[in-house]
């Protein structure tokens, strides 16, 4: 910097809305934008998965049992739920009312953003960061979640804006000491990685202080603790449940540079530009002592700790890194991607701004399609699948079967004030008895089926091989809806194709092996009596499928004398000769009728995470106990894979089929 680092964060003098006349309305027309881009279509901006946990845990009669039954058995500190529980208490459960705050705050942030980065940089860094930081998909999508994230983006930019104006010193520095505090205390009632950032923010301010400020600082850091106690115990008994491990794996390899590849919207030009700053920053910060000072310290210390902390805590304790967790520090690692970077006449600050722009925009809309993945709801899609074919056919021509979380489902039936009747394929009661009976049942009829993460992949499968016409398909970010029918109909699609079909009267196939002595019974059926294993598939996945997500499906058709069990179908995916992949259907769970049964077993390579390496697929039968069994037929498809499935964080192929 050309002055004193304390001087030159100071140099504004503590103004509300500092800069030249063009720097502030630049920046105004910026926060316009991300305004726009944050509020368009508000009302119809659907709840995620997570929004709809939160607001089921709000609408309590005392605030003891909001925290009690709304709070600690969350994982995130109380601050969102307790907002949440008296903001919907005021004005409902409507989308736009219960998503307009946190948009808002998440606008308010970009313009502390804009205080802090200009303090300590100039307003080509300050105007570049807050560009891209109102025009990203991270940053967008993330406002638009009524949960943590949105308020933990604004509660650590009024930190960072509040120590920075106190650190500066001045007539106005104490209020912002009050500031600091506010900022310290949100933080940590927010998100626990927020609470860290607090605490990365508060070990700095110690180093930096100046020997009058550092008496007053213990002081309001003390308060600032004091506060936060009461939480104490909620957060120890949060911490023993231990991350999501359930269902969030450790992050290998490919985490960081999977992430940076989704922060630039997986724009290569985007990524080259950012690339460029990175080595203009460096160049004229070594050779031309721009960026002087501490902030590239406080840069790489509040961005890059909690990514190495998370990284580290997620591989050696639980896992718990995730995109979201990393919004809160995000933007300093950015700044101090840019820091070095000189201040441009306002001619070439205005014209990188544009291109910044038009390149964020485009990455927004075009790239990720965020107004389009982001605004459909799998919950509501398969819903309104089931009440409008009801309304068409009648409820006794619909069969409803939805693999979904029924709490979600449920939320929105009750919000809607209707009713839909439907089979819970997650109610532990439904075994695969009992759902091959409703559709022998349901002869004739037309069968929804919905599903969201997590949801069986063998379910489209069994249901497809007693309504075997598919009438429509359509793909959602994390979820399907499926109709299908046991009759031709004027329209029918064909999502899968078949890879084989194998029986005893058949000829030898290359990817079928069948041993020698494995005989044929009377009935023409393989005979597997006193054998443990027999036939098997082997298929190498490379070529064969075009996306991580495209599934292949193993079906086996027995015949089942009585008193058999113990039997398994089985599926393996094995890289180098080693098994990555291991999935079964079981015999004891299957329905038997006249004798005959069906295991089906499915899986897609991005199970086994395709791009580390060929995949080979081997599917067989297992035959524990050596009892008495007969194969009809072995048959392998492939079904077109979901590509939609990861559309708000994997990058999107051009050419989707459905929808």
């Known amino acids: 910097m050309g002055m004193e680092w304390r001087a030159h964060i100071a140099r504004h003098g503590g103004r509300s809305l500092p800069g030249r006349a063009w720097e502030r309305w630049t920046l105004l027309a910026l926060l316009l934008l991300a305004a726009v881009l944050r509020f368009w279509r508000l009302p119809e901006i659907p709840y995620t998965h997570d929004e709809i946990s939160g607001l089921l845990r709000t609408g309590f009669d005392t605030f003891g049992q909001l925290i009690r039954d709304g709070v600690a058995i969350d994982a995130h500190p109380p601050a969102t739920a307790v907002f949440l529980h008296y903001w919907t208490m005021l004005g409902g459960y409507g989308e736009g009312w219960v998503k307009a705050p946190f948009i808002l705050l998440s606008v308010v942030a970009l313009f502390l953003l804009y205080r802090f980065a200009l303090a300590w940089t100039n307003a080509t860094v300050a105007l570049f960061a807050v560009t891209l930081l109102a025009t990203l998909q991270y940053t967008v999508m993330y406002a638009q979640i009524a949960r943590p994230y949105a308020l933990g983006f604004f509660t650590c930019a009024l930190l960072a804006d509040q120590w920075t104006r106190w650190l500066a010193g001045g007539p106005k520095a104490q209020r912002a000491l009050v500031g600091t505090v506010a900022g310290f205390v949100l933080c940590a009632y927010t998100h626990h990685f927020s609470l860290l950032f607090a605490g990365l923010v508060g070990l700095t301010g110690l180093f930096l202080a100046g020997p009058k400020q550092r008496r007053p600082y213990l002081i309001a850091a003390s308060i600032a603790v004091l506060l936060y106690l009461p939480n104490v115990p909620i957060f120890l008994q949060q911490l023993s449940y231990g991350g999501v491990g359930q269902w ?103 014209l990188g701004v544009g291109v910044l722009v038009i390149m964020g925009v485009d990455g927004l809309v075009c790239e990720r399609r965020h107004y389009v993945a982001f605004y459909e709801s799998k919950y509501e899609a398969m819903l309104h699948a089931g009440i409008n074919e009801i309304g068409a056919r009648g409820s006794d021509g619909v069969l409803v079967i939805l693999d979904a979380p029924a709490d979600a489902l449920g939320f929105h039936l009750r919000e809607w004030g209707t009713d839909l009747p439907y089979v819970d394929a997650r109610d532990p009661a439904l075994n695969n008895v009992r759902l091959d009976s409703l559709l022998r049942a349901a002869h004739g009829r037309v069968v929804i089926y919905g599903g969201s993460n997590g949801a069986s992949p063998e379910l489209v499968a069994r249901i497809q091989t007693h309504f075997p016409v598919l009438l429509s398909r359509r793909d959602l970010a994390e979820g399907q809806v499926f109709r299908f029918s046991d009759k031709p109909m004027d329209v029918a699609l064909t999502d899968r194709r078949e890879l084989l079909r194998a029986e005893p009267s058949s000829g030898a196939q290359e990817v079928f092996h069948v041993p020698d002595d494995l005989l044929v019974d009377s009935l023409g059926h393989w005979d597997y009596s006193g054998r443990e294993y027999g036939a098997h598939i082997e298929l190498e996945l490379d070529g064969l499928v075009q996306h991580a997500q495209d599934r292949i499906e193993i079906q086996a058709d027995l015949w089942v004398p009585d008193g058999t069990h113990n039997v398994d179908l089985v599926l393996e995916l094995k890289r180098a000769g080693e098994t990555v992949f291991y999935r079964t259907d079981e015999l004891d769970r299957a329905a038997v009728v006249d004798g005959k049964a069906t295991l089906i077993v499915a899986s897609q390579p991005g199970d086994a995470g395709w791009r580390k390496g060929p995949l080979e697929l081997r599917a067989y039968l297992h035959n524990r106990a050596g009892a008495p069994l007969g194969v009809v037929r072995f048959s392998a498809h492939v079904r077109r894979g979901h590509v939609w499935q990861y559309a708000f964080f994997q990058r999107i192929p051009n050419a989707a089929l459905y929808p």
């Open 248 to 350: 969030l794996a450790a992050p290998d390899r490919h985490w960081v540079p999977d992430y940076l590849a989704w922060v630039v919207q997986y724009r290569w030009p985007l990524a080259l530009l950012l690339g460029g700053f990175l080595l203009l920053s460096v160049v004229f910060r070594v050779l031309k002592g721009n960026g002087r000072g501490p902030i590239m310290h406080i840069a790489l210390l509040w961005g890059g700790a909690p990514l190495v902390i998370g990284y580290l805590y997620s591989l050696w304790v639980d896992p718990v890194l995730q995109y979201s967790t990393l919004l809160f520090s995000f933007p300093f690692l950015l700044i101090g991607l840019l820091h070095g970077l000189p201040e441009s006449a306002p001619r070439n600050t205005l």
